[in-house]
């Protein structure tokens, strides 16, 4: 990982469109290894609303069973013992609307704060949360801003999204 310093780090990231998506919900192409080459990874990942995601070594909670996730579950609240994961990483719907007319998961909906919430339980001391989407999220209680990068595709259709990475602190 690289070393943190007192400054945060900033700046916006084009990605690729990605190519061969399955379905609505995936992550940019080159956003995975983008945050690898970061350091910003974990040999335990688990991967919060994750949709269609590429990580065959990482751990996915989704609450739509055709995206065969390893867990059919409320990604709010997994029922996941804490402090089991290196890494969360967090790509929830950005909106009620969208949530409802992408996946029809409008109920499951919330602010992404309350999916980083879970991420922070999952995560061991020391372990990161990193959330992408159109909102920015509060201040975690317990963790440090190592992160807040704005993030688009390029041919995009969509707007800029916020990704933040958060790590917990060792100490409580």
């Avoid at 790509?91 to 992408?102: G, V």
């Amino acid at each position: 990982m690289k070393k943190v310093t007192d400054e945060i780090s900033r700046g916006t990231k084009c990605l690729g469109a990605y190519k061969g998506r399955l379905c609505k919900g995936a992550y940019p192409s080159g956003y995975l290894k983008f945050l690898q080459d970061n350091g910003w990874w974990g040999e335990k990942r688990i991967h919060l609303c994750s949709g269609d995601v590429k990580d065959p070594d990482g751990y996915k909670v989704d609450i739509r069973p055709e995206m065969h996730p390893d867990l059919v579950a409320d990604a709010r609240e997994t029922g996941l013992p804490e402090c089991s994961f290196d890494c969360c990483l967090i790509d929830p719907p950005y909106s009620a609307a969208l949530a409802e007319s992408l996946y029809g998961t409008r109920k499951y909906y919330a602010s992404v704060n309350k999916f980083i919430n879970e991420g922070v339980r999952l995560v061991r001391p020391g372990g990161l949360v990193i959330s992408l989407s159109y909102e920015i999220p509060r201040r975690q209680k317990g963790c440090d801003f190592l992160a807040i990068w704005g993030v688009y595709e390029v041919p995009s259709v969509s707007s800029m999204r916020c990704m933040v990475v958060f790590k917990k602190k060792e100490k409580q």
